[in-house]
């Protein structure tokens, strides 16, 4: 498996922006996505393509 750098990331979000958005929105977000987007807010993974094991990408 490779490296997974995330580029382009701005500041770190806290619970109550995560609160504010999911209220607004009127959704309550997984865990797993809070804590990636508190810690990654506006990034992206590279490399951003994920392999299959039939040697298919997406």
Not at 29 to 48: A, L
């Amino acid at each position: 498996m490779k490296q997974v750098t995330w580029l382009f990331t701005d500041e770190q979000l806290n619970e109550n922006d995560i609160i504010t958005m999911e209220n607004s929105l009127g959704v309550k977000f997984p865990e797993d996505y809070k804590n990636c987007i508190k810690k990654y807010n506006g990034g992206y993974p590279e490399p951003n393509i994920y392999y299959f094991n039939d040697g298919g990408d997406f």
